[in-house]
């Protein structure tokens, strides 16, 4: 039985708690909040977790094996080195980090004290997502032409993250785990409408080696909630929408055929539209299967599907991208990131 | 009794020749197109009017007081300066010209002559267009913060030109028509996926003095058809959605709402959501409007509403557009543009 | 060559002369209104047709072999019948007949002159509900457990007929067209909103032999347009939205599962989900279809899709719905109706 | 503090615990469920609540002073006799009881003994179906023309109730409680598809002595599911989509127009479409109102919303239109129905 505990009992924090309570082969040992009021509702709730205000007292326990972190951001790096230093494994919400050099420390201190290292991409074990891999690694779409998302609404403004830190990290995470090539160079523009807050819109284009093109918009004012993905290969697109109830994938059988044309320079281009087809999806919670997944790889010595090297290549991209912004679109190269891989 | 003469009758042409026989005040009097097919075609359909494979013929016929031009864009520049010499007024398909240049051209020739130069952004008549336009320079919204387009589906590859060409001249006309600024520069990107064949996908984002940010997406490779405008501002946000079969406008009383925090650096943002409102919007067809429109002005003396310098304003910012797609997002400047408004 | 002669140039007229001038094999010899403005508008846009005020000069001229009957339903029957005798084919426009008595009059007639007399039920021509007949008789769905369908909107107030005649001849005869079964039976309800004018608002139940339902909903006061029908097998359900622009036929890979239960005498009942499917649709116009095997129907001699006894069918159950709507939902046996087919 | 005794712990239970566990002014004493595996839920779940598996501890113990009783229709009537017998306040789930004699006789207990009897016709209390009543009976919308219900889904087929008793029930308690009139007749159709099973389609025709019809379609078999209202009146009209995550209600400012034509005796019908309009809607939990309205009319000693009456009359026109049902759309008058009122 897997001792766990967790530090940051705020907005995500109680799904986190009351997931672990749920996964076979763990237990919630032990919870940490500053606010007295969070570990209350934690005794509440939890009569037989110990709730403390003290990280450290988390991190020493000996019946605690892997510690959960759900703070903000900003105090994740420090955190999650203690943790491991402390020979515990970790989960950390997303974003891993504030910037590359925490995020590339924190892989470099799994990889010296063997710990496992999480990062908490929750998308990556949605049904949805999975079947979207899947069609995409599996070849049923051709060779990937595109990769479009929208993730708009009327959202909570960060003080301290902008809008890219805060949403675009989802699509970011998803195209990390979904698409076979890995970006090469970031374009990304935006504003910010808020005298002395960040960016609350933007626009992010990702740059590949082969003929890919992948863009993420994001926007904390908008009056619709869209959270739509289009995916477009040689052989067949996808629709990912998921606001939709059901169907949250949708296969079109459509595409473009080119032949060589009387003159041999020219490509004569046709159309191809067949039908269109939406695989039943389970109806599984995503952070279930990722807290089962989390405690088997800890298990097998394994490292997770978004382990720390996949929360730093994310963290590389959302550094790119947030420079760009500030200058107005000008393309960062990610050479970086792709030694991370 | 106004004479019109059409060069042009492949796609567009059709629908200009019988919207024209339909306006009151002026009639068709002649038809230009080089295939005989084309021309016969014309013949059945409309039995009084003249045709003639020779577009000077039309140019040079002292019953036309009015050329259309519905031709390839490569060919505009030419006809219409031919035309104006000629004494005629213009009307050309959207885009005006090739590039700012000729554009620029068209604009003084239209100047010298007394002529009435009209490109035909047809959006910019549509009642849902219009509407917008009301709600964003009547002070409904507040102060405009964003403009962001979607026009996506699986189109027609064109060969000479590129999907912003293409497409985006759509969105960037009413922006013109529909926003209070004009941009000051522009970076976009995009990717061409068929070799030998102009870009298929570009993003455009434009910034403008103000804290207004406006992004254009166009795609000719989309599984579905989107053709969706969201418009935020700090009162009222608009979604215009050109898809739907009525309510193409819905008005969404939401936003956010700033006051000083106890902390005086600090803004504290609050949320505002209230009903949302879709205004009738009457079926006139946009041609007609438009059409309409060109004989009055030209009765009246004065230019039309997307006149020769709409028109190149638009031509400016796909040629700003175009370069920096090819150049992976380098912002361009478009002081020109503003010496030309 | 086949000549036709089409009768009425009112709402739907227009679209029978511009069709029948389309279809390979027929001409349009002549067209009849009693309206001179009408007939103008006919000699303009189809200047070698022939006009008359006198529907006995289409009927009696030798050069028409088909005769086309678009007036409003009360003439149907003198016309048809006219026609037949006279050694005419007829296509007739929906419903057939006023009443039963006419329907079967008009059948018998054909019967003895040997002539094709085709009713216009338009939809049995149209992809989606091809697609629909292949579904349900091809034994996709299983067995067939109910169909129902919505047909509603702001519509036209008919003065002559009520919005069972109006509306419902479509979903009737679609269902004439699809299922497997006739009905033995129907109830329905329904209220008249405008005094002095005939039933605006009508609900519909037929009764089949097998554990089949059907029912219908029509309303000329609905605020928004639904085309939605529900198609329920036990193997797989459908649904047919014809307002949808694309996707008009969604097939669900769902339903129930039964099996015997510990108790012997109690089925146990479980669920099936599977994909959802949506065979892409060809966009040809259902009534170039419709015209073309009209015409090879009459060369070859055998009768059309949607014949005179279809119409027949459709009129008993038109006559006996209208019936029971008025008896405030008396269940009306439908025997008659079995001997007709 | 008023102290509440829960009778079944099965599917509703939970959410009738939590929420009167939220509730100012109550607290939960005691659970009752027969299986032990749910009394242990509810000692995990709520430490200090009593589980028993006799009902009757609960209704005589002292310490509670309302009983909700959440078990199978069948037991509705024995227990709430003997709860309000016994000097209790008492909240039934829905439908009140098995048939119009039950129903009538716990009304009449709850009138001879004082106490307040409560059914949970939660959708009363949902801000939707609110602002709905508003609508209607504030006369936004004129003379109220039709309601147009469907709510259908792939659900759970009930033994011993037919889908009329499962899900129109819904309907019928929405009806009840935003429409001025009450119904005089009923007629409804509907088959069962599993042998042994009940009922799982209906359609339910509610007659009114004014020009108002009710109409109310469920399945149980259906591969979507949709849970839509249309309401018309004479000024305007509503959709009512519950499947809508926002936007739930819209209002259409459309209808026809009458007026006196040449004809003295024929009404000349117009159209008129205006905006669309949908209201900002709260997002209450529905449950939480209702369990504040439940304890404040205990405490003033005035009936609920929904009280003993509301459900008889619902159970009047359930019991009505499953007989008719089961007689094929014979019309049932409800004369008793306007006795109880």
Same mark, same amino acid.
């Given at each position: 039985?897997?001792?766990?505990?967790?530090?940051?009992?705020?907005?995500?924090?109680?799904?986190?708690v009351?997931?672990?309570?749920?996964?076979?082969?763990?237990?919630?040992?032990?919870?940490?909040?500053?606010?007295?009021?969070r570990?209350?509702?934690?005794a509440?709730? /939890?009569?037989s !977790?110990?709730?403390?205000?003290?990280?450290?007292?988390?991190?020493?326990?000996?019946?605690?094996?892997?510690?959960?972190?759900?703070?903000?951001?900003?105090?994740?790096?420090?955190?999650?080195?203690?943790?491991?230093?402390?020979?515990? /494994?970790?989960?950390?919400?997303?974003?891993?980090?504030?910037?590359?050099?925490?995020?590339?420390?924190?892989?470099?201190?799994? &990889?010296?004290?063997?710990?496992?290292?999480?990062?908490?991409?929750?998308?990556?074990?949605?049904?949805?997502?999975?079947?979207?891999?899947?069609?995409?690694?599996?070849?049923?779409?051709? +060779? %990937?032409?595109?990769?479009?998302?929208?993730?708009?609404?009327?959202?909570?403004?960060?003080?301290?993250?902008?809008?890219?830190?805060?949403?675009?990290?989802?699509?970011?995470? %998803? $195209? #990390?785990?979904?698409?076979? #090539?890995?970006? !090469?160079?970031?374009s990304?523009t935006?504003?910010?409408?808020?005298?002395?807050k960040?960016?609350?819109?933007?626009?992010?284009?990702?740059?590949?080696?082969?003929?890919?093109?992948?863009?993420?918009?994001?926007?904390?004012?908008?009056?619709v909630?869209?959270?739509?993905?289009?995916?477009?290969? &040689?052989?067949r697109?996808?629709?990912?929408? #998921? !606001?939709?109830?059901?169907?949250?994938?949708?296969?079109?059988?459509?595409?473009?055929?080119?032949?060589?044309g009387?003159?041999? /320079? +020219?490509?004569? $281009?046709?159309?191809?539209?067949?039908?269109?087809?939406?695989?039943?999806?389970?109806?599984?919670?995503?952070?279930?299967?990722?807290?089962? /997944?989390f405690?088997?790889?800890i298990?097998?010595?394994?490292?997770?599907?978004?382990?720390?090297?996949?929360?730093?290549?994310?963290? +590389? $991209?959302?550094?790119?991208?947030?420079?760009?912004?500030?200058?107005?679109?000008?393309?960062?190269?990610?050479?970086?990131?792709?030694?991370?891989?």
């Amino acid at each position: 039985m897997l001792g766990v505990g967790v530090i940051g009992y705020g907005y995500w924090g109680p799904n986190l708690v009351r997931n672990f309570s749920d996964v076979a082969g763990c237990e919630v040992v032990s919870v940490c909040d500053l606010r007295p009021e969070r570990r209350a509702l934690v005794a509440r709730r /939890h009569p037989s !977790v110990i709730t403390t205000a003290d990280p450290d007292e988390i991190i020493r326990d000996p019946r605690v094996d892997a510690v959960v972190i759900a703070t903000p951001v900003s105090s994740h790096f420090e955190l999650a080195m203690r943790a491991m230093a402390a020979g515990k /494994h970790v989960w950390v919400e997303k974003p891993l980090a504030l910037d590359v050099m925490q995020a590339s420390k924190l892989v470099e201190q799994a &990889d010296r004290t063997g710990r496992t290292l999480h990062v908490d991409h929750t998308f990556a074990y949605t049904t949805a997502v999975r079947k979207v891999r899947e069609l995409v690694q599996g070849g049923a779409l051709g +060779q %990937i032409y595109y990769y479009d998302s929208v993730r708009v609404n009327l959202g909570l403004f960060q003080h301290d993250v902008d809008v890219i830190w805060d949403l675009a990290v989802h699509d970011l995470s %998803i $195209i #990390d785990y979904v698409l076979p #090539d890995k970006p !090469v160079a970031v374009s990304a523009t935006g504003i910010a409408h808020v005298p002395g807050k960040p960016e609350n819109i933007a626009y992010i284009t990702l740059f590949f080696e082969s003929s890919l093109i992948a863009h993420v918009h994001v926007n904390w004012l908008a009056p619709v909630k869209l959270r739509r993905t289009l995916i477009g290969g &040689d052989q067949r697109m996808v629709v990912y929408d #998921d !606001v939709e109830p059901s169907e949250k994938v949708k296969v079109y059988d459509k595409g473009i055929t080119t032949r060589a044309g009387a003159d041999m /320079h +020219q490509l004569q $281009i046709g159309y191809r539209t067949g039908d269109m087809w939406a695989p039943q999806l389970d109806v599984t919670e995503a952070l279930h299967v990722e807290g089962n /997944h989390f405690i088997e790889c800890i298990g097998r010595g394994v490292p997770t599907l978004t382990d720390g090297r996949a929360g730093l290549r994310v963290v +590389q $991209i959302l550094e790119a991208a947030s420079r760009s912004m500030r200058e107005r679109g000008r393309t960062i190269e990610l050479e970086a990131s792709r030694c991370a891989a």
